[in-house]
């Protein structure tokens, strides 16, 4: 059982270049989340998803987009890379909202230069 | 504003040793709170949740309580391992939203 899988582990990107984070669980979770990690901040919600077909902004949406086409599938698209976008980004996952456990994948650290 | 706080930031301790770690949240109207261990390098992984009904949790050494009322928790780490030595993060959702608010973490380092 794989878990959360995302990929890939380590990107750099240049400003101005748009990329795809993937994220993919195999737990037939209905709800996905993404978030970024900063140094001496909190993870901060970008994206999630309460099923496929059906997605919502969190509390840093600004520059990133995402879409749920399948359960498994939940992928976060970067479309003009920014220093400030630099980060280490974490998809999520849980049976259900609110009271089920987050599963998180092991992160993808990006660096924009 | 939904704020979730920790304290210390970061904690020293030795080998076999137990510690408590803090959290203060003023996230309203609450619907649960939940511990999680992040190693470096390696997503947040689970402890314990609790609804406002619970005012403890255990798992293994790790035990949190809750007081709702005046809105603090805590995560008792028992006879502390190096395996221990992790960022741990509280994290609160608000009820009718599906969103977690983190906190900044405690930074813990378990020497032997």
């Known amino acids: 059982n794989a878990g959360v899988t995302q990929t890939p582990k380590f990107q750099v990107l240049k400003t101005g270049q748009s990329m795809t984070l993937q994220c993919a669980q195999d737990m037939n979770h209905e709800y996905m989340s993404w978030y970024r990690q900063d140094p001496g901040m909190g993870l901060r919600l970008i994206h999630y998803?309460?099923?496929?077909?059906?997605?919502d902004q969190g509390e840093v949406p600004n520059g990133y987009n995402v879409s749920r086409s399948t359960t498994e599938d939940f992928p976060l698209r970067l479309l003009s890379a920014a220093p400030s976008q630099t980060s280490v980004y974490f998809c999520?996952?849980?049976?259900?909202?609110?009271?089920?456990?987050?599963?998180f994948g092991n992160g993808t650290r990006l660096t924009v230069t | 504003k939904n704020q979730v706080e920790q304290s210390p930031q970061s904690l020293i301790i030795l080998e076999g040793k137990n510690c408590t770690l803090q959290?203060?949240?003023?996230?309203?109207?609450?619907?649960?709170l939940r511990w999680y261990k992040q190693d470096t390098g390696r997503g947040p992984v689970s402890l314990t949740i609790m609804t406002f009904s619970e005012n403890t949790k255990s798992n293994g050494r790790y035990t949190a309580t809750l007081d709702a009322d005046t809105k603090q928790s805590s995560l008792h780490i028992t006879a502390s391992q190096l395996s221990d030595s992790a960022s741990y993060i509280c994290v609160v959702s608000k009820r009718g939203t599906y969103k977690y608010i983190f906190g900044t973490g405690t930074r813990l380092k378990v020497l032997a």
């Open positions: 998803s309460v099923g496929a077909g059906i997605t």
């Open positions: 959290c203060n949240y003023t996230v309203s109207p609450f619907s649960n």
């Open positions: 999520a996952s849980s049976e259900s909202f609110p009271n089920s456990p987050l599963h």
